[in-house]
Structure formats: C-alpha cells, structure tokens
C-alpha cells in the first residue's frame, strides 16, 4: 500500500466515524445533555462494555504513545489529537496523530538530507 492510499484510508475512516458520531451522539445529547449518564450509556451490557473498556484502553495506549514520542521523537502538538481522542472519538485523534506524525518525520528528513 503507497503513502497516499494509507493516508487515504485513515482520513476516510475519521470522517465516517464522526459524520456517524453526529447522527448517533448529538440528537440525544441535545435532548438530554447528561454528559456523565451519556458516557455510562456506553456500558449498559456486556457487550457495550466490553466495546466501550476497550475504546477507554485504546484511547491511554494513544497518549502514552503521544507523550512517549514527544519527548523521543520531538512529535509537537500531539496533546490536540489525544484531546480528539476524547471527543469525538479515538478513530479520529488517532488517525489525526497518525498524520501529523508522518509529516513531522518526513519534514525531519528532508531537513536531514540538506
């Protein structure tokens, strides 16, 4: 898979995910905007559960992986994707981080290069 396709896929799926987050999250949450009992919606059985704890996981494991890179990689602004991360959602503050990584280490080496 080239580069284009890559980034492609990834900007692709953050945007269906949160077109999709809209229509699902916002009208309820206008109708009731209980932010504490929305985010406890997302654990009402067990599969939810299990869908939302591995979400929650997903999400530490992305900014652990932001504040290790920012110190050994000198990734800069990664602290907006893991914002993201939170709302609206994992799938876009990764993919987000996922290009902004890419084009800080691709700006690196060609600065490297000269």
């Known amino acids: ?3 284009a396709i890559f980034k492609s896929i990834i900007i692709a799926a953050a945007l269906i995910f949160t ?12 109708a009731d ?8 919606a997302g654990f009402v059985n067990p599969y ?5 704890a591995d979400v929650l996981a997903c999400w530490i494991i992305l900014v652990a992986w932001i504040a290790y890179e920012a110190r050994a990689e000198d990734i800069r602004h990664g602290w907006i994707c893991a914002l993201l991360g ?12 996922l290009l902004l990584r ?3 280490l691709r700006e690196r080496a060609v600065q490297n290069e000269a």
């Open 102 to 104: 890419m084009k800080q």
């Open 86 to 97: 939170i709302i609206p959602g994992v799938a876009v503050g990764f993919a987000l981080y």
């Open 48 to 52: 939810s559960s299990g869908y939302s």
């Open 1 to 3: 898979m080239n580069e």
């Open 33 to 40: 905007p209980d932010i504490i009992g929305a985010f406890a």
């Open 19 to 30: 077109l999709l987050f809209c229509i699902w999250i916002i009208p309820p949450l206008i």
